[in-house]
């Protein structure tokens, strides 16, 4: 996000994949273009992620700001501090999903 350009994020089950706005030249067109705009990551996890709200297809603008809300949850079978990400238009935050009602309790 140091170039001022929009980024892209899609998730799914089994890891993600971020983009940068680099089609059309120098600045792109605030679309995804797969195939033309810069792949930047292209990550595999061992735990299956969830997400809420809109966030399996996501983007940032050259602001930083998110175009949806909603959390990110890594599914473990453990009991870690950290397994769900809240992600609001101006804050992401780590968290611990509840038990009881799946929500994610940012820490």
């Keep these: 996000m140091q170039r001022n350009r929009v980024f892209f994020v899609q998730i799914a089950t089994n890891g993600y994949k971020t983009f940068e706005d680099t089609n059309p030249a120098p600045d792109g067109n605030n679309n995804l273009e ?7 990551a292209a990550v595999t996890v061992r735990h299956p992620i969830t997400s809420t709200g809109g966030l399996s297809n996501f983007r940032f603008t050259r602001n930083g700001i998110s175009s949806a809300t909603g959390s990110i949850r890594f ?6 501090d950290y397994d769900c990400i809240t992600v609001v238009a101006t804050r992401i935050k780590m968290g611990q999903t509840n038990a009881t009602d799946n929500a994610c309790v940012e820490k």
Excluded: L
């Excluded at 599914?75 to 870690?80: A, G, Q, W």
């Design 34 to 40: 797969q195939g033309s705009d810069t792949q930047i």
């Design 75 to 80: 599914s473990s079978t453990s009991r870690p």
